[in-house]
Structure formats: C-alpha cells, structure tokens
C-alpha cells in the first residue's frame, strides 16, 4: 500500500480491533462514507501512489479492504487547531 512502509498483518489485524471491525472488502459507497473524499479524489490520489490501491473484484466492479482504508485515515496529517487571539 502506497505511502504506509511494511505493513504487516499485525498492524492490520490491531487497526481493525480498534475499531470493532473484521476486515472485508469496501464497495464505494462504504469507501466514501469512511474517507470522507469523493470519487474522483480518490482516484486522482490513487493514481499518484498516496491512496490505497482497490482490488479488481471483476471486469466492472472493485472493492478496497476495510484495515487499507483505516491505515491510510491515520496516516494522514492532523490538522492543527487555529489559535484564537
């Protein structure tokens, strides 16, 4: 997976207990609801190696794992709070 150096089943397996989730395959609306980001966004970023790669589930139809999406969510910079004067 781009951007996240040697992920292993471990890490996979502890993103997923975190959350309460088993792994399984994403489709995209359940891809969108948990990354927030539009289609084509994902796209473009997928193209450019900083998203996950999705799985070729057929000729028409795709999918991403669920621990893929979870990792890329937090490796992703915080953003800071503003500091009201």
């Given at each position: 997976m781009p951007?996240?150096?040697n992920i292993t089943t471990q890490d996979r397996y502890?993103?997923?207990a975190a959350y309460g989730e088993s792994e399984h395959l994403c489709r995209e609306a359940e891809r969108k609801r948990i990354t927030t980001i539009s289609r084509s966004r994902a796209w473009e970023l997928e193209q450019q190696g900083k998203f996950p790669a999705r799985r070729r589930?057929?000729?028409n139809?795709?999918?991403w794992l669920l621990s893929d999406?979870?990792?890329w969510?937090?490796?992703q910079p915080?953003?800071?709070p503003s500091q009201a004067a």
């Open positions: 951007n996240i150096p502890t993103i997923l589930l057929g000729s139809s795709c999918a999406l979870l990792l969510i937090h490796q915080q953003a800071k």
